[in-house]
Nanobody
């Protein structure tokens, strides 16, 4: 399966961006989908996840209340709405999917099966 992110760009602090992740499968079903990000010189970190069937969402503390993850069954896609962006949100954002439950936490990179190529988000102060 292939994932393609879009919607990144340059925005001023306090602004908003909406990232989208398109999945190559016409009929797409997963255990969960998520967004991670990686800032220069830092490890890739968890941002948000949503369980695909039940729609339960979980967020990193740093984005809670500002970011919203959602899924679009009709388009085999899922989005990340980012509001009130801050310079520390600057990173490459990756979408990813998880096809089955397992022992790994939803915050763990190894829990996921396929990754997009990433989209750059830059927030200026």
């Amino acid at each position: 399966v292939q994932l393609v992110e879009s919607g990144g760009g340059l925005v001023q602090a306090g602004g908003s961006l909406r990232l989208s992740c398109a999945v190559s499968l016409r009929t797409f079903s997963a255990y969960g989908v998520a967004w991670f990000r990686q800032a220069p010189g830092k490890e890739r970190e968890f941002v948000a996840t949503i369980s695909y069937s039940a729609g339960r969402t979980y967020y990193a503390d740093s984005v809670k209340g500002r970011f919203t993850i959602s899924r679009d069954y009709g388009k085999s896609a899922f989005d990340l709405q980012m509001n009130n962006l801050a310079p520390e949100d600057t990173a490459v954002y990756y979408c990813t999917v998880r096809f089955r439950s397992g022992t790994y936490s939803y915050q763990s990179l190894v829990a996921y099966d396929s990754w997009g190529q990433g989209t750059q988000v830059t927030v200026s102060s």
